[in-house]
Structure formats: structure tokens, C-alpha cells
């Protein structure tokens, strides 16, 4: 975590300083969870401005306050253009006093998951700096190169975005030795406004690499040849079910319910994973894991003993079960077009009665209906035998659906149309955007 006189950040920054010099620890930009002798920078956002909660954080244990124009407040302050970009800008310098190795990664789906797993991976050999939660905008990275551990052995970086020049922004002041994309689907559509513009800002990633980074690229999805080609002159290495890729995955056999075993191809040779994380876009995320272990030179052995040693991340693909023995497939955290498919494929190969829950997928912009639509026709090619839904949108998709389709004003409205629905012989798959709040579904089915 950063510590630091304050004059050293003014040079950083370039910032009118007022005040005396004093040493502070650590950066915060909520006056809420600011911490004892923090730099408080009081970021004018959307919706607030930091500027208004100044005597909060200083009551809250504030050392000093960035700000972009002088307060009368009893404690230092630095005044800057933009507090938004001095953060960044002191992020980046921060960053660079960091000599170990740094993964940065971005894309549409499987982010927070594929970071669990490069981190359990990296873990084996020593202590990892990583993305805490969805710190992962222009706020949230910014965080946490400022809370690293100059003493550890790596860091893992989870960046996201929803318009252009985003992640080109975070990834010039994270300067990644490793930049990986997970993949590009339809997400934040309103932002990226089509699938082409999503593969586009995603590949921003690749230019903050270092002179000797190394380019991942998921040669199974269908932008792989752009980000090839958008990294002339730089070493990248391949990741895929494809066996043309350097490498990849064969031999996926089911061992339980709860656990599969493939088997894995390398640079470096091949071994079998036995791995505890439930579906194929699971197993999508621990090859790409291992490709940045592969890039990184972890031996073998230690990529095989973090992936195997790997649980799911909460509300991401968890099973749960009810207290009528019915499984519940709690996949809340967040919902769009290409991870409702991979949910869908999973669930289609569960026995007995399969149950589909879902919420509004949210930032599609004018493709909203059409996606909504295909989810309906989807979960029926798929052979879902009852969709409840939730929101706006999704009336469109349970039309699409048809006969055994059911909408919903509210959640206790649900609830109540689901007593009785689900026990020993029935999977449930519970998913959409944040904005719809499912996980109140879950909660409610496990009570």
C-alpha cells in the first residue's frame, strides 16, 4: 500500500500545494470507508461530487485531500485539473516502483473468475496483489495498484469497461508484462454500440504492454485473427479448445456432478486437471489461467495444483440446494447475451426438470429486444422446460418462449408462482444483470 510524504505527490502530480507536508498511508475516494490517515481525492463523478463529503473524510481520519479547486479546510490539500486523472496518474507511478510481474486482463465474459484462478495458480509460489471484488474501472484499478504490496510476488489485474478508450486508459497506467482477453460478446452494448466495437475496446489491453510483454489471445473466438493482428511485433501466445493453439484442452470428462477432468496441453508438456468448478465455460477459464502460467514460466506442476485447488467465486455458477434436495444454480453477479448461452448448455445437460429463472440483461442499447428474444428461443432449443422471468425486457423473451413461459411484475410475485416448483428432481439456473437483483431469488428458494 502506498505510503508517501505529500510534497512527493505533489511533484507527481504537478499540484498547488496548501498546507504543511505530512506523511500519509494508503488513498481513499469514500469519505464512508476512508481509513486513518488516508489521502482522501474528492472525485467528481456522474452522480457526486466528491468535493461535498471533504469534512466527512476528515472527520473520518483523512490526512490531506486532492481537490480541484481550494477549500477552507484545516488539513492539507493538493488542487489538480482533474482528481478523476491524478489518481490514475499516481496509480501509474506507484505502479512503477512494482518490479515483479503483472497480468492484466479484460473481455466480456468469465473476467473475476479467470482472475480467481491466475491468482490460485500464481499463489503457489508466493504472495499475489489482486483485483478485490468489481474494482475494475477507472476508478476501481486505479485502487488497487495503490493498495499493492511492493513485496509481493505478482499482481493480477481485472480491468472492465463499458465505451471506447476505456480500457486504453487503465491499461497505460497498469503497464501489464501479461494482457489477456477472456473473450468478446454483446455486452454494454449502449457504450460499444456492436459486437465489433466490444472486440475493438477490448484489444485496447494489448497496448499498455511493455517492450517485452507477452499478448494472450483466445484463438477460439471469432475476433482471435484482429487481435493477432493488431499485435505485430509482439510475442503472444495462444489459448483454446482449437489443438492448433499453443495451448489448449482435450479429453473433458465428467467425474461427479461437481467436478470434471481434462486433460492439458502445453508448451511446457501435458497433464491431467481434475477441476471443482461447475460447466465448459469454467473450464474456458482455467485454460486461459493456465496460459498466463504458461507465459509467466510456472512450472507445470503448480498450475495443475492452483487450478485444482480453485472454488467458485460467490454468485458466480454456484450450486446450492434447497432444503427439498433441489439444486439451484446461483449465477446472480451479472447477465448478458454470451454468458446466458454458457449457462444455458450447462443446464440443458442436467436430468429431470430443468427450471430457468432470469432478470433483464441490461446495457444492450437498441439491440435490447432482439437479444431478449434469442434468449426465449435459446432456452427452448435447449430444452428448458419452464422460464420464469422478471423485468422489461424479458416479456419479450418469454414470449419467445412460449407455452410454459411466465412473467412477472415483481419478485414476490415469483415467489409465489414458484412454491412447490422445485425439489429433488429439478435444477434451477437463477441469472441477470445486477440491476435485477436475483440473488433475492435464490435467498428466498434457500430459506
Given at each position: 500500500?502506498?505510503?508517501?510524504?505529500?510534497?512527493?505527490v505533489?511533484?507527481?502530480?504537478?499540484?498547488?500545494?496548501?498546507?504543511?507536508?505530512?506523511?500519509?498511508?494508503g488513498v481513499?475516494?469514500?469519505?464512508?470507508?476512508?481509513?486513518?490517515n488516508?489521502?482522501?481525492?474528492?472525485?467528481?463523478?456522474?452522480?457526486?461530487?466528491?468535493?461535498?463529503?471533504?469534512?466527512?473524510?476528515i472527520?473520518?481520519?483523512?490526512?490531506?485531500?486532492?481537490?480541484?479547486?481550494?477549500?477552507?479546510?484545516?488539513?492539507?490539500?493538493?488542487?489538480?485539473?482533474?482528481?478523476?486523472?491524478?489518481?490514475?496518474?499516481?496509480?501509474?507511478?506507484?505502479?512503477?516502483?512494482?518490479?515483479?510481474?503483472?497480468?492484466?486482463?479484460?473481455?466480456?465474459?468469465?473476467?473475476?473468475?479467470?482472475?480467481?484462478?491466475?491468482?490460485?495458480?500464481?499463489?503457489?509460489?508466493?504472495?499475489?496483489?489482486?483485483?478485490?471484488?468489481?474494482?475494475?474501472?477507472?476508478?476501481?484499478?486505479?485502487?488497487?495498484?495503490?493498495?499493492?504490496?511492493?513485496?509481493?510476488?505478482f499482481?493480477?489485474?481485472?480491468?472492465?469497461?463499458?465505451?471506447?478508450?476505456?480500457?486504453?486508459?487503465?491499461?497505460?497506467?497498469?503497464?501489464?508484462?501479461?494482457?489477456m482477453i477472456?473473450?468478446?460478446?454483446?455486452?454494454?452494448?449502449e457504450?460499444?454500440?456492436?459486437?465489433?466495437?466490444?472486440?475493438?475496446?477490448?484489444?485496447?489491453?494489448?497496448?499498455g504492454?511493455?517492450?517485452?510483454?507477452?499478448?494472450?489471445?483466445?484463438?477460439?473466438?471469432?475476433?482471435?485473427?484482429?487481435?493477432?493482428?493488431?499485435?505485430?511485433?509482439t510475442?503472444?501466445?495462444t489459448?483454446?479448445?482449437?489443438?492448433?493453439?499453443?495451448?489448449?484442452i482435450?479429453?473433458?470428462?465428467t467425474?461427479?456432478?461437481?467436478?470434471?477432468?481434462?486433460k492439458?496441453?502445453?508448451?511446457?508438456?501435458?497433464?491431467?486437471?481434475?477441476?471443482?468448478?461447475?460447466?465448459?465455460?469454467?473450464?474456458?477459464?482455467?485454460?486461459?489461467?493456465?496460459?498466463?502460467?504458461?507465459?509467466?514460466?510456472?512450472?507445470?506442476?503448480?498450475?495443475?495444483?492452483?487450478?485444482?485447488?480453485?472454488?467458485?467465486?460467490?454468485?458466480?455458477?454456484?450450486?446450492?440446494?434447497?432444503?427439498?434436495?433441489?439444486?439451484?444454480?446461483?449465477?446472480?453477479?451479472?447477465?448478458?447475451p454470451?454468458?446466458?448461452?454458457?449457462?444455458?448448455?450447462?443446464?440443458?445437460?442436467?436430468?429431470?426438470?430443468?427450471?430457468?429463472?432470469?432478470?433483464?440483461?441490461?446495457?444492450?442499447?437498441?439491440e435490447?429486444?432482439?437479444?431478449?428474444?434469442?434468449?426465449?428461443r435459446q432456452?427452448?432449443?435447449?430444452?428448458?422446460?419452464?422460464?420464469?422471468?422478471?423485468?422489461?425486457?424479458?416479456?419479450?423473451?418469454?414470449?419467445?418462449?412460449?407455452?410454459?413461459?411466465?412473467?412477472?411484475?415483481?419478485?414476490?410475485?415469483?415467489?409465489?408462482a414458484?412454491?412447490?416448483?422445485?425439489?429433488?428432481?429439478?435444477?434451477?439456473?437463477?441469472?441477470?444483470?445486477?440491476?435485477?437483483?436475483m440473488e433475492?431469488?435464490?435467498?428466498?428458494?434457500?430459506?
Amino acid at each position: 500500500m502506498i505510503t508517501s510524504k505529500l510534497s512527493m505527490v505533489c511533484k507527481t502530480l504537478n499540484a498547488e500545494f496548501f498546507g504543511k507536508d505530512v506523511q500519509f498511508t494508503g488513498v481513499s475516494i469514500d469519505s464512508r470507508t476512508i481509513n486513518n490517515n488516508n489521502l482522501f481525492f474528492a472525485i467528481v463523478g456522474e452522480n457526486n461530487d466528491g468535493h461535498i463529503f471533504v469534512e466527512d473524510a476528515i472527520k473520518n481520519g483523512a490526512a490531506a485531500i486532492i481537490v480541484n479547486r481550494r477549500l477552507d479546510i484545516k488539513i492539507p490539500q493538493l488542487i489538480v485539473k482533474d482528481t478523476r486523472i491524478a489518481l490514475g496518474e499516481l496509480a501509474r507511478d506507484y505502479r512503477a516502483q512494482f518490479k515483479q510481474p503483472i497480468i492484466a486482463l479484460t473481455g466480456s465474459c468469465g473476467k473475476t473468475t479467470t482472475k480467481m484462478l491466475i491468482t490460485q495458480i500464481l499463489k503457489t509460489l508466493g504472495s499475489v496483489n489482486t483485483t478485490v471484488g468489481n474494482l475494475n474501472n477507472d476508478y476501481g484499478v486505479p485502487l488497487t495498484l495503490l493498495s499493492m504490496d511492493l513485496q509481493a510476488k505478482f499482481a493480477v489485474i481485472e480491468m472492465g469497461a463499458n465505451h471506447p478508450k476505456e480500457i486504453a486508459y487503465l491499461t497505460h497506467i497498469v503497464q501489464p508484462d501479461v494482457a489477456m482477453i477472456t473473450n468478446a460478446g454483446p455486452v454494454h452494448l449502449e457504450g460499444f454500440k456492436s459486437i465489433q466495437g466490444v472486440a475493438e475496446s477490448k484489444g485496447e489491453i494489448y497496448q499498455g504492454l511493455n517492450a517485452n510483454g507477452i499478448a494472450l489471445i483466445n484463438l477460439d473466438d471469432k475476433f482471435s485473427d484482429y487481435w493477432i493482428s493488431i499485435n505485430v511485433g509482439t510475442r503472444y501466445l495462444t489459448f483454446g479448445f482449437n489443438p492448433s493453439a499453443d495451448i489448449y484442452i482435450s479429453n473433458i470428462q465428467t467425474l461427479t456432478e461437481n467436478q470434471s477432468q481434462f486433460k492439458l496441453h502445453t508448451l511446457q508438456g501435458e497433464c491431467e486437471i481434475q477441476f471443482n468448478l461447475l460447466g465448459e465455460h469454467n473450464i474456458r477459464n482455467a485454460l486461459a489461467a493456465a496460459c498466463a502460467g504458461i507465459a509467466l514460466n510456472i512450472p507445470l506442476e503448480k498450475i495443475k495444483r492452483g487450478l485444482e485447488s480453485a472454488v467458485a467465486v460467490d454468485k458466480r455458477f454456484v450450486e446450492k440446494i434447497t432444503k427439498d434436495g433441489g439444486k439451484i444454480i446461483d449465477d446472480t453477479y451479472n447477465a448478458n447475451p454470451l454468458a446466458m448461452e454458457m449457462a444455458l448448455k450447462f443446464l440443458s445437460q442436467k436430468s429431470g426438470e430443468r427450471l430457468l429463472i432470469v432478470g433483464d440483461m441490461g446495457e444492450l442499447g437498441d439491440e435490447s429486444i432482439y437479444y431478449h428474444q434469442e434468449l426465449g428461443r435459446q432456452a427452448k432449443e435447449y430444452g428448458i422446460n419452464k422460464l420464469y422471468a422478471i423485468g422489461e425486457f424479458t416479456q419479450h423473451t418469454v414470449k419467445s418462449f412460449g407455452e410454459q413461459g411466465f412473467h412477472f411484475i415483481d419478485h414476490n410475485a415469483m415467489l409465489k408462482a414458484l412454491e412447490q416448483q422445485v425439489n429433488k428432481n429439478t435444477t434451477v439456473l437463477v441469472k441477470g444483470s445486477r440491476s435485477a437483483r436475483m440473488e433475492r431469488i435464490v435467498d428466498a428458494l434457500l430459506a
